[in-house]
């Protein structure tokens, strides 16, 4: 079991992504609301729903693991931190969801980021411990 959980960890950040691009690529009334708010509409939607995309399919394969968790921090990344300035931590009466869902996956790509680390090209090596 210890060995399948990494690929469960991938499985569950791919599955958060690509779960969430129905709402961008289809024009979803939040999803106008949250990037009209920080400026990002309609481009913004589109353009992070492609990259969150891509970042899950890259999660889907150990050798480019890293790669999609290092997307995945930078985009979700940002997702929190609009949380955290523009948009607050409750969306449209959504309780937090979307923000708590956002720093669940944080933490989840950072510890994949870290299980994946001696596959990244050229410093891999140097960052096992």
């Known amino acids: 079991m210890k060995k399948h959980i990494p690929f469960i960890l991938r499985l569950i950040i791919a599955i958060i992504l690509i779960q969430t691009l129905r ?8 999803s106008i609301y949250i990037f009209t708010q920080v400026g990002l509409e309609p481009i913004g939607r589109i353009g992070i729903g492609i990259v969150e995309l891509l ?7 150990r050798k480019t693991a890293w790669l999609g968790a290092t997307i995945t921090l930078g985009v979700i990344g940002g997702a929190i931190l609009m949380h955290l300035t523009q948009l ?3 969306i449209k009466g959504d309780g937090g ?8 996956t944080f933490i989840l790509a950072l510890i994949t980021l870290f ?10 090596k140097k960052l096992s411990i």
């Open 55 to 61: 970042a899950g399919i890259l999660l889907l394969f």
């Open 115 to 124: 299980i994946y680390r001696k596959d990244i090209p050229l410093i891999g």
């Open 97 to 104: 969801v979307l923000f708590y869902t956002a720093v669940v």
């Open 23 to 30: 709402f961008k690529f289809t024009g979803d009334e939040t």
């Open 88 to 90: 607050g931590i409750e």
